[in-house]
């Protein structure tokens, strides 16, 4: 299966630069390998080059095809307010945990769009996936946190069938985060974060 294009969604401001720039490489990189992809030592000096000149924070997405075609598109982007909190609902749609695809950020959403058209903008801002086992696994733009009180975030392991999210791998790799598997009930007796490279992390209510 190759009718698809790997992506990465980052981050720039013009006063640092790149946001996570060498976890979103590592990953790309990884990723290419192990799918056979060409290409991805290429992709930062493209991103560079698409955000040359650049005077205000963007959205930055690029992708790269298997052939080792890499397309850069940016646009401008405005952070969420500090005490911004985002309602969360549980998708009907389901994720297989066996689909190792899954652990890969690619272009190919279906299941993504699937569950995030299950409820409207005015139902909810993200959407959170289960496995086919119930477990709570990641939502369609978002990896999910679950403060429990213990000082250190859960967050469910790849092995329920997601991404690792590069801010799921950066809080992971600082200890402020480990993997513990989840289930709905869990999500409503701590404090729930959804987040992304892109956002950081974000307060949420799961609506039921």
Known sequence: MTDFSLIETLRFEPESGFVRLRLHLARLTRSARRLGFAGAGAAEGHLKEA????????????????HGAIAVATAPFTPLPDDTV???????????SSNRLLRVKTTRRELFEAARSEFS???????ILL???????E???TSVFLD???????????ACGLLAGVLRTELVCQRRARASRLSPADLESGRLYLGNSLRGLIRAKLVV
């Open 121 to 127: 903008v005015a139902e909810a801002d993200e959407v």
């Open 51 to 66: 955000v040359c000149g650049a005077e205000g924070p963007l959205r930055v997405r690029l992708t790269l095809d298997r």
């Open 131 to 137: 496995n086919e086992k119930g477990e709570v696994c």
């Open 86 to 96: 985002w309602r969360a609902r549980i998708a009907a749609t389901r994720l297989d």
């Open 139 to 141: 939502g369609t733009i």
């Open 148 to 158: 429990d009180g213990s000082g250190i975030l859960k967050t469910p392991p790849i």
